[in-house]
């Protein structure tokens, strides 16, 4: 059975910052392209950071510079350390793993980004 659990969301001013985890089972972790997305309110869920199997990363450009996503195949984890945080990254974020047609989620860490 394929689990994908977050955590590390919480509340934090603009301009703090946050660290996600989310921790893999049931997959062979390393072979898997590991995700960030993103579902603000009212907005569809759109993709916010990926790293792949070799660990090449990528970015939404609207987080580029201020987000850094990394993986631990050892841990099985991946994070996503959120830095400079702004009213508009309030969303939860979801955690996937994409490896040709197989596609798992997490359920989800809510991030509140507020004064």
């Known amino acids: 059975q394929v689990q994908l659990v977050e955590s590390g969301g919480g509340l934090v001013q603009p301009g703090g910052s946050l660290r996600l985890s989310c921790v893999a089972s049931?997959?062979?972790?390393?072979?898997?392209?590991m995700n960030w997305y993103r579902q603000a309110p009212g907005k569809q869920r759109e993709w916010a950071a990926a790293?792949?199997?070799?660990?090449?990363?990528n970015y939404v450009d609207s987080v580029k510079g201020r987000f850094t996503i990394s993986r631990d195949n050892a841990k099985r984890t991946i994070y996503l350390q959120m830095n400079s945080l702004k009213p508009e990254d309030t969303a939860v974020y979801y955690c996937?793993?994409?490896?040709?047609?197989?596609?798992?989620w997490g359920q989800g860490t809510q991030v509140t980004v507020s004064s």
């Open positions: 790293v792949t199997s070799g660990g090449s990363t």
């Open positions: 996937n793993a994409e490896r040709s047609r197989q596609n798992y």
């Open positions: 049931g997959i062979i972790f390393p072979y898997y392209t």
